[in-house]
């Protein structure tokens, strides 16, 4: 009897990984180990960074929306408060292009806002 070798799936896998590697440089795209090991790390690296951008998009919806603020005179925190005291469902990316390409919608949420904090 013929004995049975797992060549197919092995040249699949090896194949699935080169072609995983396409346009790495030097040994990253044609050494079957330094490939694995290259392609395996920049899967690491796609999976922690689509989370990274979810963090930096808020922050940089938060500094846009603190800058509108407290350019017409009311800190970021207590807007919030009066959103979400006002029943506004608004959210943060909203809120921020509000404020960059719409000033008088922004400035009618402000309002609304400033209606409903708490007074200090």
Not at 8 to 35: D, E, I, M
Not at 77 to 96: E, P, Q, W, Y
């Amino acid at each position: 009897m013929v004995r049975a070798r797992h060549n197919p799936a092995k040249l699949r896998r090896k194949r699935r990984l080169l072609k995983a590697a396409k346009g790495y440089w030097g040994a990253r795209k044609n050494l079957q180990r330094v490939t694995r090991e290259a392609v395996h790390h920049a899967w690491n690296y796609a999976f922690r960074d689509r989370r990274a951008k979810k963090r930096d998009f808020r922050q940089l919806w938060i500094a846009r929306i603190t800058a509108a603020c407290e350019a017409r005179g009311m800190k970021y925190s207590r807007f919030i408060n009066g959103l979400k005291k006002a029943g506004v469902t608004l959210d943060r990316k909203a809120l921020a292009e509000l404020a960059i390409h719409d000033a008088g919608a922004f400035d009618a949420v402000l309002t609304t806002a400033k209606s409903h904090a708490p007074a200090c």
